[in-house]
């Protein structure tokens, strides 16, 4: 009986994986002279509904700033700490105790990254990386933190010799001494392999090869995979399924990929002509929808994939070229660059400025300003008297996620406005409508479009769901669960 209940338990443990969702999380960078003090940026950050913050070292005002703030944490240990930490397991002890222990768990620490890109560093640091790693996880270990604090540390995308197609993916060679230790490290523990991953640089530098909305999570063509078959819409997808290829190749399988930096600047120097606050928040915006959507990508569909955006703010002293100081949602002041919803439940804000317009018109979405209960009327109205076909805002189909009234009645007003001619009065919806250039279709959730007329035959009325996909995954779980216990009574 006790095996029972316990292959019962597991299977309720393993479920509860399967439903983990996404996150998204930010950058703290702190390499500029103008920016608010620890204090403010934990306002702000809690303000915002921030709940998983990167910053880049152990910082005692920082950490002393987001203590019971709900806000989980990745610190580091930066690339000149390695040496000491590699040399000699008392300096790990003694950095816990001090700079970690004395905060935690009132800020709430979740990953420790030991060094950061350190393929991309001169010298050979990348020898001291295992051997710091395993010493701060046994420091944890003795303070019995090993199953609550995960370590890791952060690579370029550099790390890969090829990355195209996806299926062809492969570590550069001359990191081999480096790699097969540290992917023993974290397959072993658990950790995740981080990466920070920038499709900008790519487009920058190679526009000839690289389409700026397929960068932008924008492009209506598809690139394929000569090899296995599996279609692309996005650079981020390609180059993260490149590294599920290249752990695969190492039978590495199970280790998981945490996208520790990826964003957009907003602001360039003359020849960066795609850093732009519209194109900024083109790419965030779909970025962070295409991530708490649990999309996963072509070769890992529905695989949640936990992504950090670089940065809080804009950062005045990085050296280099000028986009490199201007990655940040907000000014040091405080006020934001561009509008961006954190969370991926709201249509784009029109207001900013978009990148991609439409070569079929405009669209017609919810908006922002309008009340909860006249979105929902006006949306239950336009899913039955209005003739409209919403059957894709439905549970599992493609555009119910993001579950929120507003996304469902961005799809739903639009639809009426395309089939009613597209005129002013088709998009009024007592003040609830707006219209927009921009495409709002994302995912595989296509806006009808004006060259686009597809209109269902059946005709479903909203009704806003408490929760339909947690619902979905509770009754998917407990079905399991019946047929398990049945099983074992049996």
Sequence with gaps: ???????????????????????????????????????????????????YLRIYDANIQVLRAFANSGVELMIGIPNSDLLPFSQFQSNADTWLKNQILPYYPATKITYITVGAEVTEMPGNISALVVPAMKNVQAALKKAGLHRKIKISTTHSLGVLSRSFPPSAGAFNS??????????????????????????????????????????????????IDPNTGLIYTNMLDAQVDALYFALSALSFRTIKI?????????????????ATPDNAQTYNTNLIRHVINNTGTPAKPGQEMDVYIFSLFNENRKPGMESERNWGLYYPDQTSIYTLDLTGKGPVDTDAGANATSTNGTWC?????????DLQSALDWACSSGNVDCS?????????QPDSTISHASFAFNSYYQQNGA???????????????????YDNCLYLTAGNMKVGANNVTAIKPTSASAESAISLLFSGASLVISLLLF
């Design 258 to 274: 945490m996208i520790t930096e990826t964003g957009w600047p907003s602001k360039g120097a003359a020849k960066e002509t795609a």
């Design 423 to 441: 005129s002013d009065i088709a998009c009024g919806f007592g003040g609830a409508g707006v219209k927009t250039t921009k495409n709002p279709s």
């Design 1 to 51: 009986m006790v095996s029972h209940f316990f292959i019962l338990a597991l299977f309720f443990f393993s479920a509860a994986e399967l439903c983990r969702a996404s996150t998204i999380g930010i950058c703290y960078g702190r390499n500029a002279d103008d920016l608010p003090t620890p204090d403010k940026v934990a306002d702000l950050v809690k303000n915002q509904n921030i709940k």
């Design 392 to 400: 894709a805002i439905q549970p599992s189909q493609p555009c119910f």
């Design 365 to 373: 979405i919810a908006s922002t300003t309008a009340s909860e209960l």
């Design 174 to 223: 001359s990191h081999a001494f480096f790699l097969k230790p540290l992917l023993e490290f974290l397959a072993e523990n658990q950790s995740p392999f981080m990466i920070d991953i920038y499709p900008y640089y790519a487009y920058r530098d190679s526009t000839t090869n690289v389409s700026l909305d397929y960068a932008l999570f924008e492009s209506s063509s598809e690139v």
